[in-house]
């Protein structure tokens, strides 16, 4: 086994698998066919931010048709390329300010409860020279908030969460070991972003360029 450190192409793919994971709330594989699909995105030079903005747009697509059909790669490919709807009352915020993410940043440090502080703090850290590598590490400094923020959730507002959207989808309520669970959870998880659209990746990269 090599437990040394990961190569370039490694840890793009991990960071793809990492962003889809926390989309969908689980299922923490990729498919064969996604595998596939990625290795071929990779080999013809498609950027990590590129792919990680192609799969919000198709978790916010999804949700917005009320889809049942599980988030993948696959379903993601036909975003690849797009752009994103950034939240312009943020974006026009960055007139003037020292760190291009500080509009994100001052939002966050004005929540409550646990992980904001710090990802405003995180945020402020990322470097911006280079466009592509600092919304990768953006994403991946809010992928780790709205992951504690879910944690963070009583259990009775989870599954609240959770089962409102089995009525959204018109799923059986008892399975909750089906395909229709999963994407519930998935949904649910997501909509946590909902809660916070400024911190999508069409906002962060607009506000990086």
């Not at 030079?45 to 599980?70: M, Q, T, Y």
């Not at 780790?144 to 599954?159: I, N, T, Y």
């Amino acid at each position: 086994m090599n437990n040394g450190p990961l190569t370039k192409r490694q840890a793009d793919a991990e960071e793809v698998r990492a962003h889809l994971v926390s989309l969908r709330g689980g299922a923490p594989f990729l498919s064969s066919s996604d595998g596939i699909l990625l290795e071929d995105w990779l080999d013809r030079g498609v950027s990590v931010a590129v792919i990680l903005s192609a799969l919000e747009r198709c978790a916010d697509s999804k949700r917005k048709n009320r889809s049942r059909l599980p988030l993948t790669l696959t379903a993601a490919k036909r975003h690849i390329g797009k752009k994103g709807k950034p939240v312009k009352r943020v974006v026009i915020e960055r007139v003037a300010v020292e760190h291009p993410l500080e509009p994100v940043a001052r939002r966050l440090d004005a929540l409550a409860g646990p992980g904001a502080a710090d990802c405003a703090r995180r945020l402020r850290a990322v470097g911006a020279s280079d466009r592509e590598q600092a919304l990768c590490t953006a994403l991946a400094v809010v992928r780790e908030f709205l992951v504690q923020r879910w944690e963070a959730l009583d259990q009775s507002d989870r599954d609240a969460r959770v089962a409102s959207y089995f009525e959204l989808l018109e799923l059986d309520p008892h399975e909750p070991d089906g395909a229709g669970y999963a994407t519930a959870l998935g949904l649910a998880r997501d909509s946590l972003r909902r809660d916070w659209p400024w911190l999508n990746a069409a906002t962060l990269s607009e506000l990086l360029t």
